[in-house]
């Protein structure tokens, strides 16, 4: 098979005969040309043709022989490549072999499963390489095509002469030996293609297999696997013999032995370095730039702690610092498994997966120290600090039993009696543990982070489940059922590090809007919340959030990654049908976050809108509330009609749906559509705004806000009304500030009989000049209206706005009561004549006045007022 430098040359090649190729077309044209002019005495017709047309001979001649060689060498290695193919099959059918066996060890599994993923690594290089060279040859047979095309043509103008010269017809015969080397050249790179397409072929037969072997073969490790955990084994203590144990030791000595030595270790990097190339060397400098990336996000961490913002949050501060403190093993942690999971190392380099089991656990147990260390500092505890010390030895155990179980394991196998040896004695360290702690549990009560309710419930509820977890392993153990003891431990172990960290989000969630709920509000009208729609809602989907991964957390502390999330998928994907549409709980759960985010959306439009956008514009408030409203219907109805998506209804399902809507809306949601439909009325035509004054059946009240059905107002006494949209469009109403805030007021005022006329009007014009908030254009004016029965009356008309109508009013009145008792002038109160008629002296008649009190006051007789006339007999 030729190499990339003969592909190489032969491109070049072929590029320098198309160059040849068209110097040739340059001169037989030009020789042409003189053919048909006067050529000069004595000139050759085709000058320095010859020796163009002899040098492409020779590029063609090179080409073809490197060719030549190109498919000799492609035909030898494709037969050692179909060889070796043959020996790959038969390492697929042994493979395949080992899951159709039920005896198959759990080691020999994971020990054939590296060499299929370098097999199927192995193959993807070959595929690639075939491809490239592939393409190669199809280019050149194209390139091939064109100039082969091209030499005939001129071949043809060339015979095709009249007169031919001796010059032109070594021209001709220099031509048919190119024209055949090009013919030959073209029969080698289909030799050439149609190999590489076998080759390929073949070699893409054999990588299916091996691909579809790694999906049986992963789905097989996990069912062994979980088979194995329960496969009862011969009991524990009948194979604990000196014999058997110290067997192994003798092959844990060899083993140490070769790891202890350095040829051990190069011939393990000199293997890494054939297989993966410059991998590991790549994987050790973005390792080393990743730890410089974490430690300078460390330094920023700690200088934020201390922050006014961490500090008041004691649980949010502690978070940060268990943050801080295992920032270096957490990111190497994920580092290990982001590149090693991308690259495919985990199942294919040996120890890597014990290794970042240590990695986990030492994490986990570190997270565990930290938080015992720093909870006994602040304020509230969430443990006794008497349980530190024995919590503390607690988790140093856990470390010092994966450390040595994992190293056991990466030595000598998974199925060994030292393993076994290491469980029960980690077993009964943890039954001896809990006994020692149980004393002090019962004496050291929780402190008081949780109700005093949940602390009678929570202390028998732990001591019963701590009670459940460390004898259960031991008995399992001692049944024979050493692997789900195992396995039983880990768990619970995952387990607690979700629900520590579940905890302590919970309590950072918690303290963070407890403090949101003691803010002051920005406005005693407004409500706490509806002041900010923004931080509400994002403490929400904090909330929705810390629900969802703490489920998923304790699920998959109980379950391999990849067996949740395929049984995840397999529930969401289920279909359920409803007549002729279907549904999956995927789609269901799509519809509702959609809605979800679509609300939270609005309620940040909303916010944004009001106060960023629309505040700075200078448009009246009611605009501004009608352009916010509709914009709201409009991310509402493509939010709905993305959910309904979403769900699974297709454009025929919504128009069957629309058409049933239809028919109820002529039934029993008339009344609603009717005010929807009224609501749309009001925002567009806007006869009353938000903030307007309005005048209902005589009640006087301000617009609050224009809802999808009703409307709601709010009466100067504080009274919220709900009224129907369509009350505003087929009732009359009176809208007091529709096109202006301004309106006028009028106060009428009655003096007694025989006042300065004069003197009250200018007095109640200087009032009205006086009076704050009274507009002096349209100017105050004094009205004499009526001689009254008791009292002249005058009416003082003044303008201003709605807002300040009563106080404007109230002030007024207050001083012409003032200015009148200073200037004596006499506000009138009703009054009567009465005549009394006496019987004893016809001439002697006396006249008596009695005024009308006012309320609360006696009667009095007095002398007739202005203008009464003594009633005569």
Known sequence: MKTARQSTLAATGGGRVFLLTVMLLLAVSTAFAQDDGQAPSGAPPYPDLKQTVQAALQAEKSHLSSLEKSLQDHENRAREQIAELGLKNIQLSTVASLLLTPETRMDDLEKAWPGIRSTIEKLDGWLAELKKRLDDAQKLSGQLADQKTFAEQQLQILKAAESRTPESQALIDDLDVLIRSQAKRGEILKRLQAGYLDLIARVGETRQGFVDLTEKFSLGIQEKRWADRFQRTVNPLISLGWKNIGGELRSLGEQLRKIGSLSYWFVLGADLLASRGLLPVTSLLLYLLT?????????????????????????????????????????????????????????????IQEMFSLLIVWLFTKWGLNFISLQTQQDPQLLPTAWASPLKSLLR????????????????????????????????????????????????????????????????????LANIIFITGPVLELAGYGALSLYWFTSWGATATALFWGLLFFLILREGDQRFYKEPPSSPAVPHRAAQPVRWALFQLFWLMWGIVLLISLILAWSGTQTVFSGLVKVLRFPVSVGDSSFTLRGLLSAALILFFTHLLIRLWRHVLSTRILAQSGLESGLQHSITSITVYL?????????????????TSLTVAFGALSIGLGFGLQNIFNNFISGIILLFERPIQVGDAVEINGTWAEVKKINFRSTVVQTYDNASLIIPNSEFISSQVTNWSFRDLTLRIKISVGVAYGSDIERVRSTLLEIAGKTEKVLAYPRPDVLFSDFGDSALVFVLRVWTDVDNMLKVGTAIRFEIDRLFREQGIEIAFPQRDIHIRSNVTAQAANTFTVDAPPPGKKASPSPAGPGAKPETA
Do not use: N
């Open 635 to 651: 991310l509402w109805g493509i939010g709905v009609l993305a959910a309904l998506h979403a769900f699974g209804l297709s454009s």
């Open 291 to 351: 730890m410089i990336l974490i430690l300078r996000l460390r330094r920023f961490f700690r200088r934020i702690r201390e922050k006014a913002f961490t500090t008041e949050y004691p649980w949010r501060r502690m978070a940060i610092r268990l943050l801080t403190r295992s920032m270096p093993l957490l990111g190497t942690v994920l580092f290990f498994y982001i590149f090693f999971q991308a690259r495919s190392l985990f199942d294919t380099v040996l120890g």
């Open 397 to 464: 155990l856990i470390r010092c039993f994966a450390a040595i179980y994992l190293v056991l394991a990466w030595l000598v196998g998974s199925g060994g009696v030292l393993l076994m040896v290491a469980r029960i004695a980690f077993e009964a360290a943890l039954i001896v543990w809990i006994f020692r702690f149980r004393p002090q549990f019962r004496a050291h009560p929780m402190p008081g982070v949780a109700p005093a309710t949940w602390q009678k419930l929570l202390r028998p509820t732990l001591s019963v």
